[in-house]
T-cell receptor, first 111, second 112 residues
Framework: GEDVEQSLFLSVREGDSSVINCTYTDSSSTYLYWYKQEPGAGLQLLTY?????DMKQDQRLTVLLNKKDKHLSLRIADTQTGDSAIYFCAEFTGSARQLTFGSGTQLTVLP | NAGVMQNPRHLVRRRGQEARLRCSPM?????VYWYRQLPEEGLKFMVYLQKENIIDESGMPKERFSAEFPKEGPSILRIQQVVRGDSAAYFC??????????FGSGTQLSVL
């Protein structure tokens, strides 16, 4: 079956790095995604990684994928107050032809 | 290139009424997905459609819920005889290739 898990809350100080972790269970996942949701808004696609990659970097964002442990992480460098939001990890599997989301991690950035 | 457009943003219905939620995918996208988000929860898959076809409706309740994506016009998610438990945010997403999904801003349905 498919199950994506994330910790519910993370607090960091402005300027520090944030690391949001995610575990998934479906080893046939082809793509893994990070979405950001601000209050009252839809989901914004932040970044994604193909399952044959270990790492992807995009400006302040670094995604690490450990396929053996089915562990995905999102690192945000120099976290700003505007980064405060809920971050969702999601996996896409060809067999399911849909995204399966985690419950989201609420990131709070403290001044 | 406009993003995924959903309307209305907010919809209030009384128990027993019908709710119609609309979604216009991004230009060139032929895949449409509907997801539901309950308060303080993640998004749950409901249905996946391509033009005029339902591909996967495994996440949709068997009764009262239906979805369509006609050849012309937006995709519609229809909820008949709404109940309080239907209150949620309903998100539509579109994709050009069934892999990278782009989401709309959602419709917040409130059932009184």
């Amino acid at each position: 079956g498919e199950d994506v898990e994330q910790s519910l809350f993370l607090s960091v100080r402005e300027g520090d790095s944030s690391v949001i972790n995610c575990t998934y269970t479906d080893s046939s996942s082809t793509y893994l995604y990070w979405y950001k949701q601000e209050p009252g808004a839809g989901l914004q696609l932040l970044t994604y990684i193909f399952s044959n990659m270990d790492m992807k970097q995009d400006q302040r964002l670094t995604v690490l994928l450990n396929k053996k442990d089915k562990h995905l992480s999102l690192r945000i460098a120099d976290t700003q107050t505007g980064d405060s939001a809920i971050y969702f990890c999601a996996e896409f599997t060809g067999s399911a032809r849909q995204l399966t989301f985690g419950s989201g991690t609420q990131l709070t950035v403290l001044p | 290139n406009a993003g995924v457009m959903q309307n209305p943003r907010h919809l209030v219905r009384r128990r027993g009424q019908e709710a119609r939620l609309r979604c216009s995918p991004m230009k060139g996208h032929s895949h449409v997905y509907w997801y539901r988000q309950l308060p303080e929860e993640g998004l749950k898959f409901m249905v996946y459609l391509q033009k005029e076809n339902i591909i996967d409706e495994s996440g949709m309740p068997k009764e009262r819920f239906s979805a369509e994506f006609p050849k012309e016009g937006p995709s519609i998610l229809r909820i008949q005889q709404v109940v309080r438990g239907d209150s949620a945010a309903y998100f539509c997403a579109s994709s050009p290739s069934n892999e990278k999904l782009f989401f709309g801003s959602g419709t917040q349905l409130s059932v009184l």
